[in-house]
């Protein structure tokens, strides 16, 4: 089994940035990628970044230029640096690990403020 915890979120002004972190633990053999997802009220779940072992990135049209994804291999760990946050960008973000299966964490809320 895999335990997924995020971390980071918070309330922040428009322009402000944010750094959300997401740790896998548990019975881990090997892990695709990892990412985040986000969900804001009345939306589906969309994708916001994710990252291969090997260090690809896919990044969600709405946070390219704006978000970073970054990732730490040996301790199972990914990161988002947000920056230039955007009222639009107030969502439950969610963490995915892949490895056999999909494991979610529980999400962390982030809300800009206009």
């Known amino acids: 089994q895999v335990q997924v915890v995020e971390s980071g979120g918070g309330l922040v002004q428009a322009g402000g940035s944010l750094r959300l972190s997401c740790v896998a633990s548990?019975?881990?053999?090997?892990?695709?990628?990892m990412g985040w997802y986000r969900q804001a009220p009345g939306k589906q779940r969309e994708l916001v970044a994710v990252i291969t072992s090997g260090g690809t990135t896919n990044y969600g049209d709405s946070v390219k230029g704006r978000f970073t994804i970054s990732r730490d291999n040996a301790k199972n760990t990914v990161y988002l640096q947000m920056n230039s946050l955007k009222p639009e960008d107030t969502a439950v973000y969610y963490c995915?690990?892949?490895?056999?299966?999909?494991?979610w964490g529980q999400g962390t809320q982030v809300t800009v403020s206009s």
């Open positions: 548990g019975s881990i053999f090997s892990v695709n990628f």
């Open positions: 995915l690990v892949r490895t056999m299966s999909e494991n």
